[in-house]
Every structure is written in structure tokens, then in C-alpha cells.
């Protein structure tokens, strides 16, 4: 059985720093490309970011470029979302999913849209 569990959300001040982990068992996560997504109250659930299968590539979404990182430890099976400098309008459920690219012909990330499956997720939370 195919399931991923995500980790090392929680509450931070502004301007503070949370790593999330994205890990799966019964499926190899370096086979596939893997998406960090989130939901906010309210909103819909939107891609965040990106790591490629091939030669590990990365995509950020505009809200999250140059603050956060994502990353691959192949020998834990594991992803990694690393958040600096988180902003409240960052608060939201975390998601991660395997996915077949990162970018679409249009050049956006994958829509979450076209995921049928989704772990628990983590929440994050900033606020002072």
C-alpha cells in the first residue's frame, strides 16, 4: 500500500523557520517527481513547490521563491521542505504528493487539481 505521511509543521513567529518532511512508504519517491502543495482557510489548495525525478530540478511557487527550499534524501526516501523567513499569509495545511511532472506545458506547477490522493498533511502555522 502506497502511503506518504507529512511531517514538522507547527506554530512559529513570523520571520521563523519550519523543515518538512515528505516521507512514503511502497513507493520510491526518487522515481518520481514529488510536489509540496497547501491549503489555506478558506482557499484552494495550491502547488508550492517542486523537485524533479530526473536531475533534481526545483520550482517554487512566486509567494515561496527565495524562501523556501525544497530537497531529497534518496537513502531515507524522503522529501524535504525547508521555510525561512515564513510570513502568517504561509499558515496552511502542507501537503506532498508524487507527481508525473513538476511543470506543465503552460508552466505552471502540477495542479493539485489532478490529484486524486492525499495524506493527512502537516499544519503550519505563523503567527505572533
Known amino acids: 500500500q502506497v502511503q506518504v505521511v507529512e511531517s514538522g509543521g507547527g506554530l512559529v513567529q513570523p520571520g521563523g523557520s519550519l523543515r518538512l518532511s515528505c516521507a512514503a512508504s511502497?513507493?520510491?519517491?526518487?522515481?518520481?517527481?514529488v510536489g509540496w502543495f497547501r491549503q489555506a482557510p478558506g482557499k484552494e489548495r495550491e502547488g508550492v513547490s517542486c523537485?524533479?525525478?530526473?536531475?533534481?530540478?526545483?520550482y517554487y511557487g512566486d509567494s515561496v521563491k527565495d524562501r523556501f527550499t525544497i530537497s531529497r534524501d534518496n537513502a531515507r526516501n524522503t522529501v524535504y521542505l525547508q521555510m525561512n523567513s515564513l510570513k502568517p499569509e504561509d499558515t496552511a495545511v502542507y501537503h506532498c504528493?508524487?507527481?508525473?511532472?513538476?511543470?506543465?506545458?503552460?508552466?505552471?506547477?502540477?495542479?493539485?487539481?489532478?490529484?486524486?490522493?492525499w495524506g493527512q498533511g502537516t499544519q503550519v502555522t505563523v503567527s505572533s
Open positions: 504528493a508524487a507527481v508525473p511532472i513538476c511543470v506543465t506545458s503552460k508552466g505552471t506547477l502540477w495542479p493539485p487539481a489532478r490529484i486524486a490522493d
Open positions: 511502497g513507493l520510491r519517491l526518487d522515481s518520481y517527481a
Open positions: 523537485i524533479s525525478s530526473t536531475d533534481g530540478s526545483t
